[in-house]
């Protein structure tokens, strides 16, 4: 069964930079379509950023896209999130998902496995 964990999270101050990971165990990592999401308090999880199995196709919510770099390390099995430019209004739950269906979804339900998240607080 496949296992997703989020790391890289914290505090960063306005206009900081993190750089999000998510390791991948118990699968085989090059199957996967993968995306990272993000939430706040009392919302639904939206998609951030996505990537299928061999990188070739990447997609960017429309309002962050100049600010975030996926990636993924097919040979170490992990997801990265470049996030530039952080604004306070990116504070949330970071969540890697993953789908071993073929496509590149933007909602929650396109997606069947999740991490734990990660807090990403952008506060001065």
């Known amino acids: 069964q496949v296992q997703l964990v989020e790391s890289g999270g914290g505090l960063v101050q306005p206009g900081g930079e993190l750089r999000l990971s998510c390791a991948t165990s118990?699968?085989?990592?090059?199957?996967?379509?993968m995306a990272w999401f993000r939430q706040t308090s009392g919302k639904d999880r939206t998609f951030v950023a996505g990537?299928?199995?061999?990188?070739?196709?990447?997609h960017y919510a429309t309002a962050l896209k100049d600010r975030l770099t996926i990636s993924r390390d097919n040979v170490n099995n992990k997801l990265y999130l470049q996030m530039n430019n952080l604004k306070p209004e990116d504070t949330a739950v970071y969540y890697c998902?993953?789908?071993?269906?073929?496509?590149?979804?933007?909602?929650?339900?396109?997606?069947?496995?999740w991490g734990r998240g990660t807090q990403v607080t952008v506060s001065s």
């Open positions: 118990g699968g085989t990592f090059t199957n996967l379509t």
């Open positions: 998902a993953a789908t071993q269906y073929d496509g590149l979804g933007w909602r929650s339900t396109d997606y069947e496995i």
């Open positions: 990537t299928t199995s061999t990188a070739a196709s990447t």
